[in-house]
């Protein structure tokens, strides 16, 4: 069953290891097939050495196993409120990267200070509300799902393709599980740069990028005007 996104979801998860944002067992990617409804991950706690696509599990968006012999991700419940509330989102990925995860824990939004963070986020990478203790004592991870979905109430997940989870570390997306992972890349790289800027600068009196370069750079890459990289031709080639 959905045999070829179980091997898409599969090395989107070896990738990120291979790119250093995850270390142990400390993240997750899945994708989601809009036309079943079911969702591939990785499975809990199961070392990325050994993993083989055979071990991702299929569920459906009520998190009920469709297919598989193992436990999914824990972080589950978070990855389908976001499928079932983020339209054009096929993937989605978790990690505890270094550089994102300090400026979630430190609970502050990464300004964009320059082009290359405008080139994948239109403004701010943005950072959720800490949770409550219900929230986090009745259903954690599902409650994780609701504080993003509030947070981009006023935002596009499309435009802003991923967010710092207070205290705890960022989630990516995008319309595949690769180009989840690509972001989850890119979100690591500019929460560096921002770090390294601002210790560049006096702290937090850098400027932002003036709105008209942020905007420039993103549509160039994005939407029906961008004119960023090569044109496809019908046959995709």
């Known amino acids: 069953?959905?045999?070829?996104?179980?091997?898409?979801?599969?090395?989107?998860?070896?990738?990120?290891?291979?790119?250093?944002?995850?270390?142990?067992?400390?993240?997750?990617?899945s994708g989601f097939d809009r036309e079943t409804g079911l969702v591939a991950i990785k499975p809990s706690g199961v070392d990325y050495s050994t993993m083989t696509a055979d071990d991702i599990v299929v569920v459906d968006l009520d998190g009920h196993v469709v297919e598989g012999r193992l436990r999914p991700s824990s972080?589950?419940?978070?990855?389908?409120?976001l499928y079932r509330n983020f339209a054009g989102v096929g993937g989605i990925v978790h990690t505890h990267s270094i550089e994102a995860t300090a400026w979630a824990q430190a609970r502050r939004e990464?300004?964009?200070?320059?082009?290359?963070h405008a080139d994948t986020f239109r403004g701010p990478a943005p950072v959720t509300r800490p949770l409550t203790r219900e929230e986090v004592e009745t259903a954690y991870e599902l409650n994780t799902g609701?504080?993003?979905?509030?947070?981009?109430?006023?935002?596009?997940?499309?435009?802003?393709?991923?967010?710092?989870?207070?205290?705890?570390?960022?989630?990516?997306?995008?319309?595949?599980v690769r180009a989840a992972v690509d972001?989850?890349?890119?979100?690591?790289?500019?929460?560096?740069?921002?770090?390294?800027t601002e210790q560049t600068a006096a702290a937090r009196e850098t400027a932002a990028l003036?709105?008209?370069?942020?905007?420039?750079?993103?549509f160039r890459k994005h939407g029906g005007n961008a004119y960023y990289g090569q044109v496809r031709t019908s046959g995709g080639k």
């Open 210 to 218: 003036e709105d008209f370069v942020a905007a420039k750079h993103y």
């Open 146 to 176: 609701k504080a993003i979905v509030e947070r981009f109430r006023s935002l596009d997940p499309l435009e802003a393709p991923g967010v710092l989870v207070a205290g705890h570390a960022p989630f990516t997306w995008g319309a595949n």
């Open 110 to 116: 990464i300004p964009c200070y320059g082009t290359t």
């Open 183 to 196: 972001n989850a890349v890119a979100l690591e790289a500019i929460a560096k740069m921002a770090r390294l």
């Open 1 to 29: 069953m959905l045999e070829a996104l179980k091997e898409e979801v599969f090395r989107a998860n070896a990738r990120l290891v291979e790119t250093g944002l995850v270390v142990l067992t400390w993240g997750n990617a």
């Open 75 to 81: 972080d589950t419940p978070t990855h389908l409120e």
